[in-house]
């Protein structure tokens, strides 16, 4: 079973940083393909923020410039974790953020979720 374990959240002022962090743990690296960072503000949608797939990433407009994502792998390919840089933070980013992976091979068809870090960004 897939687990991811997310970290780093919590309260910022506007204009600040942050670091989110994701480990993925329980299958071999090759079973798992795109990973991703969504985000869910009280009283809207789900929305994908940053997403990495074999090495290229793609962002979502309101971010792109101030956050990145990166992955990094255990050399034994049994763990690895993404991470998400946040950058000079505003007000709208406000959320909580939810690491994700999409299964390949042995784990096809297959999502994971976290159980999601909150992100508040105020005054």
């Known amino acids: 079973q897939v687990q991811l374990v997310e970290s780093g959240g919590g309260l910022v002022q506007p204009g600040g940083s942050l670091r989110l962090s994701c480990a993925v743990s329980?299958?071999?690296?090759?079973?798992?393909?795109?990973m991703a960072w969504h985000r869910q503000a009280p009283g809207k949608e789900r929305e994908l923020v940053a997403q990495?797939?074999?090495?290229?990433?793609?962002?979502?407009?309101s971010v792109l410039g101030r956050f990145t994502i990166s992955r990094d792998i255990a050399t034994d390919g049994a763990k690895s974790s993404v991470s998400l840089q946040m950058r000079n933070l505003k007000p709208e980013d406000t959320a909580l953020y939810y690491c994700?992976?999409?299964?390949?091979?042995?784990?096809?068809?297959?999502?994971?979720w976290g159980q999601g870090t909150q992100v508040t960004v105020s005054t």
């Open positions: 329980g299958s071999m690296l090759k079973n798992l393909g795109t």
């Open positions: 994700y992976v999409m299964g390949i091979n042995y784990l096809r068809g297959r999502e994971f």
């Open positions: 990495i797939t074999d090495g290229f990433t793609r962002y979502a407009d």
